[in-house]
């Protein structure tokens, strides 16, 4: 099925290509799925840039049309020709379409037939955050997944089988892996730190004392998959941490024992890995590069450690038979050992947007799958006589027995007392006895004591759906729709106070984290009508974007409130049901905060602007967050939001944080990955401290608040236009330094000329052209001269200059230079242009040579002398700015760019004017004559000096010619009178 297509609804799932990896006895295979547009991206007035013909998918570049090309398996086109019938599911209404039963059939099935046959099956989900790769693995409403089909009909298998003496088991297990920790989402209490991985000889990699529970329908397993997510949510929502950086693994074990021909009984086992791994771009660009606090790097470590897997297996596989795999360096790739390498088949799902917006992480994606589709396993069937697996694991029992001495000692748990060698003996020896003890056990036997264990968890979740239904009460609001709405607060008392509950105030609602104050806010119900009010005067409440005081305001049903800086939830009253208001989503609360804090504008934008606006809006709380937690664990940093202007003409603004130290004043200005990465480390310390933990603070090495004074910043920006150049004229000038408000931070002095391939300059006027393109394919010399920076803030030191030329990849950079407020440089730097092409002239005639100078602040001393307004004061004068920056994107650089074009055009025409009267000072006094036309055209265009000279020769003696003429020269002639 070459060319089909999936069908979705343009918000349940965004971002997707879908890339589909099916291995075929060794084979990887790859499909690609393409999905609509979603609402964010109509809104900034993308283009479709994905294409698809036969198993081909085409990329086009936004930028400068050109395409790329890559060819799968399957390719599946889910970006239009679909409607929604009556029961709510995507059909197709072309041929081109392909709906979830299309997607199943092709590849559900496929794993289903292998977990029968007794093969391992993994199935994964990749792609960026929000991408939709939920939509194939789970779906939604009548749209289901690849997962609840293929578990709904393993199960619709079992029963419709019914052959005798076959009993199948099938468990369940569900686990997360946060910043290089394993956690057990289907128990309350895991170990601080996390789980630990092991490996065993035969089995490989396992997380130990994982909990597996039996399950015998999948009503049992989704209620299963809603206590995980619970219990995920809950975590994230107390560490304020976003699930976009965590994996979660679901794990269903299949076995199936039956008496052969030969009267053995036989066991078949299948372990089918579901996996939903983090936000690929999270893989990319992490904002950790040249960072000094390598500890955030944990964060992305898994993403990154699965790339440099693949790469290495796809190399192994191409020949390099000695290429160490690293699959020990994560959690991740451990437990991924089987499905990457090892005895498996394997489904990955890679989505992916059909967006101009999302260009990078797309082509990045399709890349990633490129190599994956030519990664080979082993799978092998798993069947083994039941009795032989009894045998294997008491004789296993004995050789281990035998190796600690014959006895189980006493303190199997202790791993203080023993060497690492013993304890791990010890753990293998209780996992095979409890293994056997598990084998023994009746198929009803297990179920029975799961539901047991459950039946408190189950009743309370069923109870929680029923009050749902009528109780008022306030549910979380999450980027992360598999987490959005999954928390529960129950409004059923007069009063009801949210808060922190530190230093023993009571509280209903307890919410830890940054900036939540032991009484935050008071709900109360007056004849079921609801009002809040904040708990203390330095507690911080918002009701639909607007920060509330001491006096009540009114709850209405879908009322958006946050409390502190992240802790975001809607206000439902079920009574008002019939409520024309639309529920409100997670991007929709986030966008009123913005525009209300008067960060960001509805007035009409730019698809640029609104792009901005987006990345503003989804950093706000986060920035707000910091604030809080530097004030609480009082490091003396202020955290606010900056537009940093366009550095030339053709680059594009970004969003990026400065970081103020509220001591001194020094500033550090942080990309937004690096922001979000440092602020993760934050996140630990401060839960941490929380926590109690003595050692919750950090040395400097590992601080995520701490910046050296030593660290290079950028002191600004400059722009060099090239005009003159093309006309083989040189420039000199002194051009402004600009920071990131358009301030100016100094002048810099710079000279690039024409110059031979020794670095000598040419002679003024000796080269001089009026059509540049007169230096097509020629080769050309410049040199470029910085000769100082004058000006600087005193608060700077140590300065560096840098630029890049043309298309270089490399930057050039002056040295360090010391002093004060006025720097000596004398840098120069002959450049070569080996060919003169139009895409270097169309450059000199059209850009600028942009310098970037930076330094450190190590003349910084003393106390900072400016205002001691609080943090939240300043990021919201900051906001105010933002909103101005965001509407009103008028560019320094235009304005010196006419200033340079005016002066250069004023040089160009004084050269014209110098070569005329050259011509007429040499005629004047000469006799008269008469002159060829292409003559005269050729002395005034002319740029070599030779040619001009012997120009001038012919003027002369046609001009001594015309005396002895009888009669001005007639129409028929070709030449003319010289006047």
Same mark, same amino acid.
């Given at each position: 099925?070459?060319? /089909?297509?999936?069908?979705?609804?343009?918000?349940?799932?965004?971002?997707?290509?879908?890339?589909?990896?099916?291995?075929?006895?060794?084979?990887?295979?790859?499909?690609?799925?393409?999905?609509?547009?979603?609402?964010?991206?109509?809104?900034?007035?993308?283009?479709?840039?994905?294409?698809?013909?036969?198993?081909?998918?085409?990329?086009?570049?936004?930028?400068?049309?050109?395409?790329?090309?890559?060819?799968?398996?399957?390719?599946?086109?889910?970006?239009?020709?679909?409607?929604?019938?009556?029961?709510?599911?995507?059909?197709?209404?072309?041929?081109?379409?392909?709906?979830?039963?299309?997607?199943?059939?092709?590849? $559900?099935?496929?794993?289903?037939?292998?977990?029968?046959?007794?093969?391992?099956?993994?199935?994964?989900?990749?792609?960026?955050?929000?991408?939709?790769?939920?939509?194939?693995?789970?779906?939604?409403?009548?749209?289901?997944?690849?997962?609840?089909?293929?578990?709904?009909?393993?199960?619709?298998?079992?029963?419709?089988?019914?052959?005798?003496?076959?009993?199948?088991?099938?468990?369940?297990?569900?686990?997360?892996?946060?910043?290089?920790?394993?956690?057990?989402?289907?128990?309350?209490?895991?170990?601080?730190? !996390?789980?630990?991985?092991?490996?065993?000889?035969?089995?490989?990699?396992?997380?130990?004392?994982?909990?597996?529970?039996?399950?015998?329908?999948?009503?049992?397993?989704?209620?299963?998959?809603?206590? !995980?997510?619970?219990?995920?949510?809950?975590?994230?929502?107390?560490?304020?941490?976003?699930?976009?950086?965590?994996?979660?693994?679901?794990?269903? *074990?299949?076995?199936?024992?039956?008496?052969?021909?030969?009267?053995?009984?036989?066991?078949?086992?299948?372990?089918?890995?579901?996996?939903?791994?983090?936000?690929?771009?999270?893989?990319?660009?992490?904002?950790?590069?040249?960072?000094?606090? /390598?500890?955030?790097?944990?964060?992305?470590?898994?993403?990154?450690?699965?790339?440099?897997?693949?790469?290495?297996?796809?190399?192994?596989?191409?020949?390099?038979?000695?290429?160490?795999?690293?699959?020990?360096?994560?959690?991740?790739?451990?437990?991924?050992? *089987?499905?990457?390498?090892?005895?498996?088949?394997?489904?990955?799902?890679?989505?992916?947007?059909?967006?101009?917006?999302?260009?990078?992480?797309?082509?990045?994606?399709?890349?990633?799958?490129?190599?994956?589709?030519?990664? /080979?396993?082993?799978?092998?069937?798993?069947?083994?006589?039941?009795?032989?697996?009894?045998?294997?694991?008491?004789?296993?029992?004995?050789?281990?027995?035998?190796?600690?001495?014959?006895?189980?000692?006493?303190?199997?748990?202790?791993?203080?007392?023993?060497?690492?060698?013993?304890?791990?003996?010890?753990?293998?020896?209780?996992?095979?006895?409890?293994?056997?003890?598990?084998?023994?056990?009746?198929?009803?036997?297990?179920?029975?004591?799961?539901?047991?264990?459950?039946?408190?968890?189950?009743?309370?979740?069923?109870?929680?759906?029923?009050?749902?239904?009528?109780?008022?009460?306030?549910? %979380?609001? %999450?980027?992360?729709?598999?987490?959005? !709405?999954?928390?529960?607060?129950?409004?059923?008392?007069?009063?009801?106070?949210?808060?922190?509950?530190?230093? $023993?105030?009571?509280?209903?609602?307890?919410?830890?984290?940054?900036?939540?104050?032991? @009484?935050?806010?008071?709900?109360?119900?007056?004849?079921?009508?609801?009002?809040?009010?904040?708990?203390?005067?330095?507690?911080?409440?918002?009701?639909?974007?607007?920060?509330?005081?001491?006096?009540?305001?009114?709850?209405?049903?879908? &009322?958006?409130?946050?409390?502190?800086?992240?802790?975001?939830?809607?206000?439902?009253?079920?009574?008002?049901?019939?409520?024309?208001?639309?529920?409100?989503?997670?991007?929709?609360?986030?966008?009123?905060?913005?525009?209300?804090?008067?960060?960001?504008?509805?007035?009409?934008?730019?698809?640029?602007?609104?792009?901005?606006?987006?990345?503003?809006?989804?950093?706000?709380?986060?920035?707000?967050?910091?604030?809080?937690?530097?004030?609480?664990?009082?490091?003396?940093?202020?955290?606010?939001?900056?537009?940093?202007?366009?550095?030339?003409?053709?680059?594009?603004?970004?969003?990026?944080?400065?970081?103020?130290?509220?001591?001194?004043?020094?500033?550090?200005?942080?990309?937004?990955?690096?922001?979000?990465?440092?602020?993760?480390?934050?996140?630990?310390?401060?839960?941490?401290?929380?926590?109690?933990?003595?050692?919750?603070?950090?040395?400097?090495?590992?601080?995520?608040?701490?910046?050296?004074?030593?660290?290079?910043?950028?002191?600004?920006?400059?722009?060099?236009?090239?005009?003159?150049?093309?006309?083989?004229?040189?420039?000199?000038?002194?051009?402004?330094?600009?920071?990131?408000?358009?301030?100016?931070?100094?002048?810099?002095? @710079?000279?690039?000329?024409?110059?031979?391939?020794?670095?000598?300059?040419?002679?003024?006027?000796?080269?001089?052209?009026?059509?540049?393109?007169?230096?097509?394919?020629?080769?050309?010399?410049?040199?470029?001269?910085?000769?100082?920076?004058?000006?600087?803030?005193?608060?700077?030191? %140590?300065?560096?200059? &840098?630029?890049?030329?043309?298309?270089?990849?490399?930057?050039?950079?002056?040295?360090?230079?010391?002093?004060?407020?006025?720097?000596?440089?004398?840098?120069?730097?002959?450049?070569?242009?080996?060919? @003169?092409?139009?895409?270097?002239?169309?450059?000199? %005639?059209?850009?600028?040579?942009?310098?970037?100078?930076?330094?450190?602040?190590?003349?910084?001393?003393?106390?900072?002398?400016?205002?001691?307004?609080?943090?939240?004061?300043?990021?919201?004068?900051?906001?105010?700015?933002?909103?101005?920056?965001?509407?009103?994107?008028?560019?320094?650089?235009?304005?010196?760019?006419?200033?340079?074009?005016?002066?250069?055009?004023?040089?160009?025409?004084?050269?014209?004017?110098?070569?005329?009267?050259?011509?007429?000072?040499?005629?004047?006094?000469?006799? !008269?004559?008469?002159?060829?036309?292409?003559?005269?055209?050729?002395?005034? &265009?002319?740029?070599?000096?030779?040619?001009?000279?012997?120009?001038?020769?012919?003027?002369?003696?046609?001009?001594?010619?015309?005396?002895?003429?009888?009669?001005?020269?007639?129409?028929? &002639?070709? @030449?003319?009178?010289?006047?």
């Amino acid at each position: 099925n070459n060319n /089909k297509s999936l069908s979705t609804k343009e918000d349940s799932y965004c971002d997707g290509i879908l890339v589909f990896l099916f291995t075929m006895g060794d084979n990887v295979k790859v499909a690609v799925r393409v999905r609509p547009f979603n609402s964010r991206e109509k809104q900034l007035k993308s283009k479709t840039i994905i294409k698809m013909n036969g198993n081909a998918t085409v990329i086009t570049n936004p930028e400068d049309g050109s395409d790329k090309t890559f060819k799968y398996d399957f390719s599946y086109w889910s970006h239009d020709g679909f409607k929604e019938d009556d029961e709510g599911y995507l059909k197709g209404t072309s041929s081109k379409y392909a709906d979830q039963q299309t997607v199943f059939d092709d590849l $559900g099935r496929g794993v289903l037939a292998n977990a029968w046959d007794g093969y391992n099956c993994s199935l994964f989900a990749y792609g960026q955050t929000g991408s939709g790769k939920s939509y194939s693995m789970v779906g939604y409403g009548a749209n289901k997944g690849i997962v609840p089909v293929t578990c709904d009909e393993l199960f619709k298998g079992i029963t419709a089988r019914n052959e005798p003496g076959l009993e199948c088991d099938v468990s369940f297990s569900m686990l997360e892996i946060y910043n290089e920790q394993v956690q057990d989402l289907l128990t309350a209490d895991s170990p601080k730190g !996390g789980m630990k991985v092991r490996q065993h000889p035969k089995k490989g990699f396992y997380v130990d004392n994982l909990r597996v529970v039996p399950v015998n329908s999948y009503s049992e397993i989704e209620a299963r998959i809603e206590e !995980g997510t619970r219990r995920r949510t809950i975590a994230a929502t107390n560490m304020n941490a976003t699930s976009s950086r965590a994996h979660t693994i679901v794990a269903i *074990n299949f076995k199936q024992k039956q008496t052969n021909a030969n009267n053995v009984s036989m066991t078949k086992i299948s372990n089918l890995n579901l996996v939903d791994l983090a936000g690929s771009e999270r893989a990319a660009s992490t904002g950790a590069q040249g960072d000094r606090l /390598k500890e955030g790097a944990a964060i992305n470590q898994s993403l990154s450690t699965l790339g440099n897997v693949i790469s290495a297996l796809v190399e192994r596989q191409n020949g390099k038979k000695n290429m160490i795999i690293p699959f020990r360096d994560s959690k991740l790739t451990m437990l991924l050992k *089987n499905a990457l390498g090892g005895n498996s088949k394997t489904v990955m799902i890679a989505a992916l947007s059909p967006a101009s917006v999302n260009y990078d992480e797309t082509l990045s994606t399709l890349r990633f799958a490129d190599r994956v589709k030519s990664i /080979k396993t082993q799978a092998v069937v798993n069947e083994t006589p039941t009795e032989r697996l009894i045998r294997e694991l008491r004789e296993e029992n004995a050789r281990l027995m035998k190796m600690l001495g014959g006895q189980v000692p006493d303190n199997l748990g202790d791993t203080g007392s023993a060497s690492e060698e013993s304890q791990d003996l010890k753990r293998m020896l209780e996992q095979n006895s409890l293994e056997m003890e598990e084998m023994k056990k009746s198929w009803e036997e297990k179920l029975k004591e799961e539901r047991e264990k459950h039946a408190d968890v189950d009743a309370e979740a069923t109870r929680e759906k029923k009050l749902r239904k009528t109780v008022p009460h306030l549910w %979380n609001m %999450n980027q992360d729709p598999a987490l959005h !709405g999954v928390i529960s607060y129950f409004v059923q008392k007069d009063t009801v106070v949210v808060g922190s509950g530190r230093g $023993g105030k009571h509280t209903d609602i307890q919410l830890r984290g940054a900036g939540m104050n032991p @009484v935050q806010a008071i709900i109360t119900n007056v004849g079921d009508k609801f009002f809040i009010k904040r708990g203390s005067p330095k507690a911080t409440v918002m009701l639909n974007g607007v920060t509330i005081g001491n006096e009540e305001e009114s709850l209405h049903n879908y &009322s958006r409130v946050l409390f502190g800086p992240s802790h975001l939830y809607c206000f439902s009253i079920p009574s008002n049901k019939d409520s024309e208001e639309k529920m409100p989503t997670f991007e929709d609360a986030q966008s009123e905060i913005a525009l209300k804090s008067g960060v960001t504008t509805d007035l009409s934008q730019s698809p640029e602007q609104l792009m901005l606006q987006k990345e503003i809006e989804e950093l706000l709380i986060q920035v707000t967050e910091a604030n809080a937690m530097s004030a609480e664990m009082d490091k003396h940093k202020a955290f606010a939001i900056e537009l940093v202007p366009r550095q030339h003409l053709h680059a594009k603004a970004s969003v990026m944080v400065v970081v103020e130290d509220e001591v001194t004043g020094a500033q550090w200005l942080w990309s937004a990955n690096r922001f979000v990465n440092r602020k993760y480390a934050m996140l630990e310390m401060f839960n941490a401290k929380l926590d109690g933990e003595e050692d919750w603070d950090r040395d400097e090495d590992a601080d995520p608040f701490f910046e050296p004074f030593s660290a290079e910043v950028n002191v600004g920006h400059a722009s060099l236009y090239m005009q003159p150049l093309a006309y083989n004229m040189d420039i000199e000038d002194e051009i402004h330094i600009l920071d990131y408000h358009g301030h100016i931070n100094g002048e810099l002095a @710079v000279c690039l000329s024409p110059c031979t391939s020794t670095g000598a300059r040419l002679e003024e006027d000796a080269e001089f052209i009026d059509d540049p393109t007169e230096l097509l394919g020629l080769e050309m010399h410049y040199i470029l001269e910085v000769k100082s920076l004058n000006r600087v803030p005193s608060k700077f030191s %140590n300065v560096i200059c &840098s630029f890049k030329w043309f298309d270089s990849v490399e930057e050039i950079r002056t040295k360090h230079i010391g002093g004060g407020v006025d720097f000596p440089i004398h840098f120069e730097k002959i450049i070569r242009v080996k060919c @003169v092409t139009e895409d270097f002239l169309e450059w000199l %005639n059209m850009e600028a040579l942009p310098f970037a100078v930076y330094a450190d602040q190590t003349n910084i001393k003393g106390k900072k002398s400016s205002n001691n307004t609080n943090a939240m004061t300043r990021l919201k004068t900051n906001f105010m700015t933002l909103s101005t920056n965001i509407t009103m994107m008028a560019s320094e650089e235009e304005i010196e760019k006419l200033k340079s074009e005016i002066a250069f055009q004023k040089r160009r025409a004084d050269r014209v004017a110098k070569k005329i009267n050259a011509v007429k000072m040499l005629i004047k006094g000469k006799d !008269g004559g008469s002159i060829k036309v292409a003559d005269v055209k050729q002395a005034l &265009s002319s740029g070599s000096k030779a040619r001009f000279k012997a120009a001038v020769r012919t003027v002369m003696i046609a001009n001594n010619a015309q005396r002895f003429a009888n009669s001005p020269a007639t129409n028929e &002639s070709s @030449v003319c009178v010289l006047q």
